[in-house]
């Protein structure tokens, strides 16, 4: 229990402990050198005290005793579990020499820089990567890159900006600002918000707004506690989102009920759209997704009718048959219902001061690095010469094409791969098994981690121990405030913060001189962007909003012209205007407006296979508890959720003779996994919902068994080469064919 | 000196389990052990599924007694997510039930 006389240190929760998107202001208590506890801060507008059961639980994640406090190297085969403790210099010294061999030999473009989505990773990973002089940043085995950045690329082409659903988060005096109002409804789109803090959104928000006013309505083939409070629940055939939205804009734009004067002035391709969307009639949108026409013009009324409304969307959105357009279909009914940039609407979200901590974009990218370099390093970048999307929207590797370039060694060769808040095989990657036999080829891998889990046990050659967030400075802005987190104590053995390991890194493998000597001097420099430093923001309790008139504050920007480089009004697309027809996807070759795409693998595209696997499997179910694949070795937390579950509806669980609590495995022609079923009218009869990332750390950590990750990881069941035409989206994790079966005997 | 409560407005608890954790964390509970407790309830009615939290204070709660003499309130109402439980005087507290609907009171041995 903390004393009221344990020294008190504000901090900004941003991974790691935490997990998560982060951004919470939180209370680190520290005494004699080491922390007693971790609560909300009160003070911060992000979370106004709160925080989640993760958040909560990080002293456990700081001094657990698995946790790996000095460098290792590999002293048996990849997989044998056998290390031997290093200094950091021999550590460095082996990594320098290897990484400047494969370069010389093979070049810098065959060393991948691979990253999970914890803590402040976009940052670090970049300026290593370019120091190395690499253009391979990746999310290995992300199948169709579909989390958050099919969306992102989506709003971009569309809009010139990001939205977010508006919750005043951007706003000082949060729901006490006059200028904010709540939003009449909002759209939950495949997504549990209470279960965290997607995408840099507070879930809780949501709660704090219906507490306002705000009503429902979801969207979800799960029924779930929003659903239970939404005055209309479209409960989905999983896979079929895009023609929901599809449905919507026919709805919205046949009946006349969109924003007749925002669409005059502020769009185009209006007509191009309503044309469109003819093909796609209520009664129509029924037959696809299962959903009653009448309750979808209800939604879609409810929707244009109340204004302001938002939609708050999830990662499913991005992991549909084509992902890139089905975010374009729901991006313009926040678009021509006039619900964008206005209080209570779809907010454009900027990153607080114009400081970028995490780079999403090429533009952002090219703002750090300089054109040059981006444009140079996009020539060799995996998979940007076979999409233009994937090229021009943003800096990353496409997946799928990655691990066809890793077995193939065409154009050219994978060599090493450094690998650093990622657990790729054990939670990130689909088919992880063909991601497993094509790393295990690769010469050198670097892993940057803070507990050993099935990628580092399978993988690394070098384990470099990263800290946690209580160990360690950082900065952020996802959107805003900006923050700084503040070491609370000195790091636990001889642990560094990924700024700290990658900034050493790239003094001794950059080409040109790299000027900072220290992370505090990186930190200072970007925070400079918005006339700040470290030690002012932390003495202000680690956080400000912009001033009063900086881009990055809302609302109606397009009218004062505060979003594109001209100071013109309007949007920043290349014709100024929201364009519901999307210049920029034809620019990158594909259809400006949008359409349903069928799941490959359906009831519907594939009878056949379905008379076989007659249950659609939807995986990614969230746990309040857990962040991806972390956390499972964290006591207060697995004691909350201690055993990977199968959600299967109650009435096919008892045709299938499987009761709660049985273990079934659900399989499908990857393979099959074992989970705990739980019967429950939550699924509707046809689906299948398994949670993603788990493995068990408290059993045998090396190969075969890497922690029973080829038990339990439902991305046992999914595969890399759907990708959609964009080279985003595509994937099988929410929507594919299953089967469920009792164990032999019930047991595990 | 009037005895406190905590009132747990139970229909806008999202099932997140922060109370649980908050708890956990300041009375260093082990494994096995807590002063609150969540639980999800799923009722099929005959117009759709339910979905909600019913939350259970056990034996162990102490209203976090060491805290309250400041100026904080227990670990789990600071920190609970979607602010449903409200600590104070028990009297007060049953006042504000009958404007609230769905609530439950706790009161401690």
Redesign the interface.
Known sequence: ?AK?NDQKVLSTLWSAGCGSHGGCGCEIFVKNGKVT????D?NHPWNQ?????KG??I?EYIYHPDRVLYPLKRVGKRGEGKWERITWDEAYDTIEKKLKDIREKHGAESVIFCQGTGRDIGGPITFLMYAYGSPNWVQVGLAGHACYTPRLGAMFATHGNYTVADCSQFLEKRYNSKEWTPPKYIIIWAQNP??GCHDGFY??WI??CM?RGSKLITIDPR???F??RSEV?LQNRPGTDGAIALGMLNVIINEGIYDKKFVEKWCYGFSELKKRVQEYSPEKVEKISGVPANLLRKAARLYAKNKPSAIQWGEPVDAMPAGSVVAQAITQLWSITGNIDVPGGNVIAKNSHGVTTYPFSSAELTDLYGADLVKRLNEKRIGANDYPMIKNFRGWVQPDVLIKQMETGKPYPVKAAWIQTSNILGGQAADPKRHYEAMKKLDFIVAVDLFQNPTTMALADIFLPAATIAEKESFRTWWQPLGVSVKAIKGLGAVKSDWEINLEMAKRLSTTPIKYKNVREVIDERLSAGKTNFEKLKAKGCWEFPPKNDPSRPYYRYERGLLRKDGKPGFDTPTGKVELYATKYKEWGLDPLPYYEEPKESPVATKNLAKEYPLILTTGRRS??FFHSEHRMI???R??DPVPVAEIN?EVAESLGIKNGDWVYVENTHGKIKMKAKA???CPPEVVSVPHGWWLPETDGTAPNLFSTWDHNVNNLTSMGNQGKSGFGGTNYRSGLCRVYKVEGGKE | MAKNGLLIQYDWCTGCHACEVACKQEHNFPVGMCGIKVNELVSKAPDKVYVDYTVAVTRFCDLCAERVKGKDVPACVKHCQATCIKYGPLAALVKEQEKQPRTSLFAPK
């Open positions: 229990m009221s506890k971790v609560e909300g009160c005290g709160r925080l989640c059961a909560l639980a002293r209470a279960a879930g809780h709660i704090d507490k029924s779930t506690w659903s239970t629940h309040p508890v006591p207060w937390l004691e909350l109650d429950s009218p939550i």
